[in-house]
Structures are given as structure tokens and as C-alpha cells.
């Protein structure tokens, strides 16, 4: 994300005195609730969604997502490519490629 558009969510949280509301479990538990209303937007059809509606709830969990690295003092970059070295490790390509198998029956 860019550092203006961080930047504006700290800014519409700290206008709103929200961060008392914003501990670890609460931020966590809002992620997963906007995560499932990104996936109410497909409930019924893989295609012919709501792309606004969709970008919306998106947007929601991707908010939620940096108040929680705020909250808990994490860079995004620096755990994406802790995760994606993990994954990589986890995946090799020449074991993972085309398939959906879990890396522990691959």
C-alpha cells in the first residue's frame, strides 16, 4: 500500500478516537468479519458479481488488515516476504506447479 494511502487510514482512525477500540482480537475479528463479507459478494455465482461491491469489502479487509499491523508494530513487505520465502520453501516449484495438493502430500 502506498505510504499517502497508510498514512489517510491512521489519519480517519486517529480523527475518530478509534484506536481505543482497535486492540489485536478486535482488529483481528473485523478482518475476518469483512473477509466473509467479501466472500457473501459470490455466495450464489462465480461470475456476474458486483465488482463495486466487491472492491468495497475488499478495501474493508485491507484497512482493517494495516490497523492491525499498525496496532501490533508490523511492516507488510517484511511479513509478506517472511511468508512468501515460507511458501516457497513449503512449494518448490518443480513439486507445486499445476498442482492444488497440500505441500505435505505433494
Known amino acids: 500500500?502506498?505510504?499517502?494511502?497508510?498514512?489517510?487510514?491512521?489519519?480517519?482512525?486517529?480523527?475518530?478516537?478509534?484506536?481505543q477500540f482497535h486492540s489485536p482480537a478486535?482488529?483481528?475479528?473485523?478482518?475476518?468479519i469483512e473477509a466473509a463479507e467479501l466472500l457473501e459478494c459470490f455466495q450464489w455465482a462465480d461470475e456476474g458479481y458486483d465488482l463495486q461491491h466487491v472492491k468495497e469489502e475488499l478495501a474493508d479487509v485491507l484497512v482493517y488488515s494495516q490497523n492491525l499491523l499498525d496496532k501490533l508494530g508490523l511492516d507488510a513487505d517484511e511479513i509478506v516476504n517472511m511468508k512468501m520465502a515460507q511458501n516457497e520453501a513449503k512449494y518448490p516449484v518443480e513439486k507445486a506447479k499445476g498442482s492444488a495438493l497440500k505441500y505435505d502430500q505433494l
Request: charged letters at 50%.
Open 1 to 19: 500500500m502506498e505510504k499517502d494511502t497508510i498514512e489517510r487510514i491512521r489519519k480517519f482512525t486517529e480523527d475518530r478516537d478509534w484506536d
Open 26 to 32: 478486535n482488529l483481528a475479528k473485523s478482518i475476518v
